[in-house]
């Protein structure tokens, strides 16, 4: 048994995985749903517009926005309520920029010893082995 506090409520809850427990849980996607219909109709609307108009707190609204279940694109010419982790770069959804993620894969890849090829997007074939008779039609026992 593992006990642990909700990040949202706060309250104590026995917790297999995850660190929101299920009520929170179950709050947040009859949130996201709502969140989701407003945003799609309002394709321009900040998060503060967002949680007025749909009644929903602000902290669920970055939190969906950090988990990437949403996008947002803000006004026009105003401030991006997420930023970039790293570089602090405004971003619209999720923890990183694109530019900071693909770093990041970069480096992790080099750490494991996977190099990207110059041309990762082409796919090289061997030469054929002419002794490899794999989905030919061959009779049995030979040719007569």
């Given amino acids: 048994m593992n006990i642990v506090q909700c990040r949202m409520c706060r309250k104590p809850f026995d917790s297999i995985s995850g660190k929101i427990c299920p009520e929170c849980l179950h709050k947040i996607d009859k949130d996201f749903v709502k969140v989701r219909d407003y945003i799609y109709e309002h394709k321009r609307a900040d998060v503060d517009t967002v949680a007025k108009e749909t009644e929903v707190e602000k902290q669920i609204i970055l939190h969906l926005l950090k988990e990437g279940r949403l996008t947002l694109s803000g006004s026009e010419g105003g401030e991006s309520a997420l930023l970039c982790e790293v570089c602090k770069k405004p971003i619209s959804s999720?923890?990183?920029?694109?530019?900071?993620?693909?770093?990041?894969?970069?480096?992790?890849?080099?750490?494991?010893?996977?190099?990207?090829?110059?041309?990762?997007?082409?796919?090289?074939?061997?030469?054929?082995?002419?002794?490899?008779t794999k989905g030919m039609h061959t009779r049995p026992g030979g040719v007569k």
Avoid: V
Wanted: glycine fraction near 8%; charge should be positive; aromatic fraction near 0%.
């Fill in 94 to 132: 999720g923890r990183m920029c694109s530019e900071c993620k693909d770093k990041l894969s970069a480096t992790m890849q080099k750490s494991i010893g996977i190099d990207k090829p110059a041309d990762a997007g082409k796919s090289k074939k061997a030469p054929a082995d002419p002794r490899n």
